[in-house]
């Protein structure tokens, strides 16, 4: 007999939709309106009028370069100089010059022969771990890692682990534990994106030249925020991993990502990588913009010393509360345990006129809800201050403090 698939897929779809429902780990999209500096409006339907803004505190835009005149001005002279999109693949006829510029850029500041362009940090992750391994390899990854990473090595031929998170002892005991024939493959992230600390990679290089693994890092929450020129966690902590996979669509204020890499696994991604070859390659302004972005975060260094004066505000303020977490990047995580309270927290925020979105399972792990706190460097000091006093002040209100004394 012949299935029907539409009762088939609605049925799959409708008890998708209700177990998530039913568990309260429903996303719920909305339409904001941008201003340029770090507020945001909800959309109404009524298209004149715009709900009252909140405080942005929960962008990846760290530097606040997303809607920085200068660099929209930027953005419209490599239109002006290269036309709207690209056009076809690299592999084709998308190359242009200004793509080839972001490369070089890219080698010269971080510090490697090649680097591939991609139209995402997701499609980066998923080319890099789906060309390079086959089912003879072995993948470890950090127990945190982002999902771009942890799908595509679920979906890729070889067999993965993963480690404790930032564990070193677990990583090297898992590592041990390996075939000496089969090549090996460590992923971590390098700022973790739901914790904001900061992986250990002297110790994670250590443990990979002492097991002749190699070693990937994903530093999506790094590029522009650590390091002196802003070029990272590698430039930070001094390490050169074998591949760094860094993205455009956080501290750079644009979109897209690259993987650096040696000459030959340079050529490699080219030749085979299917996110590479069969894409359409970023629109040229768009390369254009981000080379213009790059020597922003390496020339206007006090982006990053804002950073660093905001994280001190609100240190000073929440650091008695138990769910508070410490870290030296700009994601400031807040645990607040169940989903629900999670949502509470962040729903007397937006009351008061910030936004700070409540992360819940399946995006960290289970009982660890929270709020994640982003800074930017486009905050100012008085609006976190704002934030961190309605913060306490929930607690207080609440007699949740749990810690707070
Ligand atoms: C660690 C990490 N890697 C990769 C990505 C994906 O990057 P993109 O947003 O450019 O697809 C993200 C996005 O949140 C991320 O946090």
Redesign the pocket.
């Known amino acids: 007999m012949m299935s029907d698939s539409k009762i088939q897929f609605d049925a799959k779809i409708q008890k998708a939709l209700t177990t998530r429902r039913e568990k309260g780990l429903q996303r719920s999209t909305q339409v904001f309106s941008h201003f340029s500096d770090n507020r945001i409006s909800l959309s109404t339907s009524n298209a004149t009028a715009e709900s009252t803004p909140y405080i942005n505190f929960s962008s990846?835009d760290y530097l606040g370069l997303a809607r920085e005149p200068e660099l929209i001005s930027a953005w419209q002279q490599g239109l002006n100089l290269y036309g709207c999109g690209s056009s076809a693949s690299p592999t084709v006829t998308g190359l242009s010059m200004a793509h080839q510029s972001l490369q070089d850029k890219l080698c010269e500041w971080l510090g490697y022969p090649r680097a591939v362009l991609f139209n995402?940090?997701?499609?980066?992750?998923q080319a890099l771990l789906f060309t390079l391994l086959d089912k003879h390899d072995h993948l470890i990854q950090d127990k945190l890692?982002?999902a771009?990473?942890m799908e595509a090595g679920m979906l890729s031929p070889a067999p993965m682990s993963r480690f404790k998170h930032n564990d070193m002892n677990d990583l090297s005991c898992k590592l041990a534990a390996l075939s000496l024939s089969q090549a090996k493959l460590v992923v971590s992230?390098g700022?973790?994106?739901m914790d904001g600390d900061v992986a250990p990679l002297n110790e994670l290089s250590h443990q990979c030249q002492k097991h002749q693994a190699w070693l990937a890092i994903?530093d999506?929450?790094g590029l522009g925020v650590l390091g002196a020129s802003g070029a990272g966690v590698t430039e930070l902590l001094g390490i050169k991993p074998n591949i760094l996979?860094v993205?455009?669509?956080?501290a750079v204020g644009l979109?897209?990502?690259a993987i650096l890499c040696d000459e030959s696994t340079g050529e490699f991604l080219n030749q085979f990588a299917r996110h590479y070859v069969y894409s359409t390659a970023m629109p040229p302004a768009q390369a254009y913009a981000i080379s213009y972005a790059i020597t922003m975060i390496q020339q206007q260094t006090w982006r990053r010393e804002k950073l660093i004066e905001l994280a001190e505000i609100l240190h000073e303020s929440l650091s008695t509360l138990s769910g508070y977490r410490v870290t030296n990047t700009a994601i400031k995580p807040l645990i607040c345990g169940s989903s629900q309270q999670a949502i509470d927290l962040s729903s007397y925020l937006k009351q008061k006129g910030m936004w700070v979105g409540a992360i819940r399972p399946p995006t960290v792990p289970a009982n660890s809800a929270r709020l994640r706190i982003t800074l930017s460097s486009c905050h100012s000091p008085q609006q976190v201050s704002r934030l961190t006093q309605e913060i306490i002040q929930y607690y207080q209100l609440n007699k949740k403090s749990r810690g707070h004394d």
């Open positions: 990846n995402s940090g997701f499609s980066a992750n890692n982002h771009s990473l992230e700022v973790f994106s994903d999506a929450h996979i993205t455009f669509g956080k979109s897209g990502a």
